[in-house]
């Protein structure tokens, strides 16, 4: 089993910046990717940000140039620094890890921008 805990969202005024965390534990040994997913009211859950374990990176067309996605091996943690945030990011954002053909998600951190 794999353990995803995020913290790091909250209520932001456009423009604004967060940076989001996600604490892994448990058998994180083979895990393949990592990554940020969000859901917005109404709509499916969508890819923001991935990263391999080889570290190459891939991002979202409506995230390019503002988020980030990066990892700390030694705190098993991945992050998402978010810039110039715009009222349409608002949304549940969840940590996610492939580890071979299994997904695992953790609980979700609303991020809410205000216009």
């Known amino acids: 089993q794999v353990r995803l805990v995020e913290s790091g969202g909250g209520l932001v005024q456009a423009g604004g910046s967060l940076r989001l965390s996600c604490a892994v534990s448990?058998?994180?040994?083979?895990?393949?990717?990592m990554g940020w997913y969000r859901q917005a009211p109404g709509k499916q859950r969508e890819r923001v940000a991935t990263v391999t374990s080889g570290g190459s990176t891939n991002y979202a067309d409506s995230v390019k140039g503002r988020f980030t996605i990066s990892r700390d091996n030694a705190k098993n943690t991945i992050y998402l620094q978010i810039n110039s945030l715009k009222p349409e990011d608002t949304a549940v954002y969840y940590c996610?890890?492939?580890?071979?053909?299994?997904?695992?998600w953790g609980q979700g951190t609303q991020i809410t921008v205000s216009s």
């Open positions: 996610n890890a492939l580890r071979g053909s299994k997904d695992y």
């Open positions: 448990g058998s994180i040994f083979s895990i393949n990717r």
